[in-house]
């Protein structure tokens, strides 16, 4: 059973994003939130904070162990941008982009083996 979590408009951008998403893309839930408490990453707390919301979605609305669940699938989107504009040189306007992201966590309980 596949469980999904998403985190929306983010203020931190999908480069940043993944970059910590690949460092705990297949792990079980309770080894990725360890891995994320260490690395020094203001996106760590985002993606922490939507793996935690898929396993208390997965134990609530399923009744699933959270010591079984694996994330199967997370990736980060882009989100709308807001754009500024600042002075330039010779009356020009330079735009400035500030980007965001969409954030999905899927997780699922883990296959047993032998059992």
């Known amino acids: ?16 994003v993944r970059l910590v998403i690949d460092l705990v893309r297949g792990k079980k839930v309770d080894e990725a939130l360890d891995t994320l408490r260490f690395v020094p990453s203001p996106a760590a707390k985002i993606v922490s904070g939507a793996i935690k919301s ?9 009744n699933l162990p959270s010591a079984e669940l694996k994330i199967s ?3 980060a989107d882009g989100a709308p941008m807001m ?31 032998g059992t």
Request: charged residues 35%; glycine residues 6%.
């Open 1 to 16: 059973m596949e469980v999904r979590a998403q985190a929306k408009d983010t203020g931190t951008s999908p480069r940043k």
């Open 83 to 113: 754009k500024r504009y600042r002075p330039k040189s010779r009356g020009r306007a330079g735009s400035i982009h500030k980007r965001s992201s969409h954030l999905t966590v899927i997780v699922t309980e883990q296959e047993r083996y």
């Open 73 to 75: 699938k997370i990736f």
């Open 54 to 62: 898929a396993a208390a979605n997965a134990e609530k609305n399923y």
